[in-house]
Each structure stands twice: as structure tokens, then as C-alpha cells.
């Protein structure tokens, strides 16, 4: 399984543009084969600050994931949206249970 984490602070003025492009990529991406989770947050203590959990079958799913018009899309937008460098977090987890 692979786990990606990670924030993005976008620009206040474009924040609203932000939002519902991040909704239509979760939308897309949820719907990917192998795709067992891809939620965007908003940070309670920063509107601007977004936070993405994704989690995959395999690295094969996700690199099918990589090859998508919706992602190249997402990566042209998430650009012009943008404060600062976002920062992800890729895990390779052998094994997950309940808490």
C-alpha cells in the first residue's frame, strides 16, 4: 500500500478556484482503479493551508494515477494557485490495522 500525505497554502485570492479544482480531482481520483482514498482538507488553524491524504493499492496504481489528463490538469492549475512550495510525503506501508 501507498500512502501519500501533504499540505499545499494556496493564495487567498484564489482560494475559491483552489477549492473546486481540489473537489473535481478527488472526485476523478477516487474513481481510478486502486484508488482506496484521496481526500482534500482545509486546516482548521489556516484557511489557505490544504491537506491531501492519498491511499493506493500499489505503486502501479499510482503511477497509472501520475499518467492521467486529470492529474496533468490538476498540476497546470495548482500553479496559479499556489502561495509557497507544497510538500508531499510518500510512505510504503507493509501493513495497516485498526487503532
Known amino acids: ?12 485570492d ?6 473546486s479544482a481540489a473537489i473535481e480531482m478527488a472526485r476523478m481520483s477516487r474513481a481510478e482503479p486502486g484508488c482506496a482514498i484521496y481526500e482534500v482538507s482545509i486546516t482548521l488553524e489556516d484557511p489557505c493551508v490544504f491537506r491531501l491524504v492519498e491511499q493506493w493499492e500499489s505503486a502501479q496504481a499510482l503511477q497509472a494515477h501520475f499518467a492521467t489528463p486529470h492529474f496533468a490538469d490538476f498540476g497546470q492549475k495548482l500553479a496559479g494557485f ?5 510538500s508531499f510525503v510518500r510512505y510504503e506501508v507493509a501493513s495497516a490495522g485498526p487503532l
Open 1 to 12: 500500500m501507498i500512502v501519500i500525505t501533504g499540505t499545499a497554502r494556496v493564495r487567498d
Open 14 to 19: 484564489r482560494r475559491a478556484e483552489a477549492i
Open 82 to 86: 499556489l502561495a509557497d512550495a507544497p
